[in-house]
């Protein structure tokens, strides 16, 4: 939700009361005048870019652990792993089959023929969530995560992140239809909240406000302690002055819905789950992540507070579509706040928002286009609109496309003039 100093919302829910993002005031920073509230949902693709840039042999990725198990001849009798054996087996026979590996695509194969294969499927789900901690913690060691840590402070990557990132919208059209934009000035508060789906801690280290980078009382007479750039590359003004920031304030967090590395019975492997499935019982349900992730009562409050989202290194996959549809819900809704007018007493106006989402995808052979990977999302978000609605929704998604070479200000792991 963006809020501005003095608005008022009806809703409990959307005022910052109930569940979801916390509401800040001039009690906690002087000069606040509004809040965006930016939702970050980061896939394996960053913790795979981490291990690219910094030379790592074996990288994170469902097939890599397929072959350690397999080469320690782990749990031949696990019901993913023989899933796995004969996926493999069908992409070495057939070709194309590149998901051949993918550990909640067997859970859910194996759940579709037999509900009834549930409570072995979680015994044998125990065992993968415990080899699979012990693969992390070679994958990425503790020497990786200092490192990364030193290179984000020294490079000031993430601040670059957090206060630039509207430099990667390279195409002027689509930065000019954006929203999100239009509504930055000095004194605002920039609240992120970064949804970190991998099991390990490397954005968690790299998004960390260091001392190296952020100072909270920078400054002498004023409480600000960050500069957003909402113009880097002036496309409101081509050619003109370069963005020199707003004076304003920045906050992160970070939460692991699936669990953490540090917490190895924390991880989770499963399959979507409906959005009401609290209605439900039995084995069947114990085997969806946001069962166990109690996602309804945690996360589900966010969306609808929500200015900005940006999805960064997702595949899109079904496994994660309570998270794709709840964002669609949050793009859908329209925010409404009264705000008093200071030039008369008793007057105010309404503001009429809403949110909207930045996919950032890996272009690689499969030669994506922008309005591809819109269609991607809202597939996966389960979206049956036609027409002008199913447009309407489009419009507000927008989409970076990148590869290795592509310069990039966001989440990036190396040096500008290293590419």
Known sequence: MTWLDGALIQDRLLDGSGPGFTRYTRNEFDLLRRQHNIMVLVGNGFDLQVLHDYGRKVDSRYETFYHYLKMRGAHPDNLIVQHMDAELRLHQELGGHGDWSDIEAAVAETVSR????????????????????????????????????????????????????????????????????????????????FVNFNYTTLLDDYVYLDPQQFDPLQHKTVDTNFMFKNDPRTHLNPGGKVDAGYSSYVLTDVMHPHGILSTPRSLLFGIDAEDDYKKRRGQGQRLKKAYWSQAHALYRGHFAQTDLFIIFGCSLGISDGWWWRNIVRGLRQQKQQTRPVSSGAGQSDVMVEQAELIIYWWQGSDKATAESIKEKFLEAADVADVGANRQALADRIHVVLYDEATPRAFLRTKSADTG
């Open 114 to 193: 037999s509900w009834h294969s549930a409570a072995t499927l979680l015994t044998d789900l125990r065992a993968i969530q415990a080899e699979f901690a012990q693969f992390l913690q070679m994958v990425a060691p503790s020497e990786l995560l200092e490192q990364l840590g030193v290179d984000a402070a020294t490079n000031a990557w993430s601040h670059t992140s957090l206060s630039e990132f509207l430099a990667d919208v390279t195409d002027r059209d689509t930065y000019l239809a954006m929203d999100f934009p239009q509504r930055v000035s000095h004194y605002d508060l920039f609240n992120f909240q």
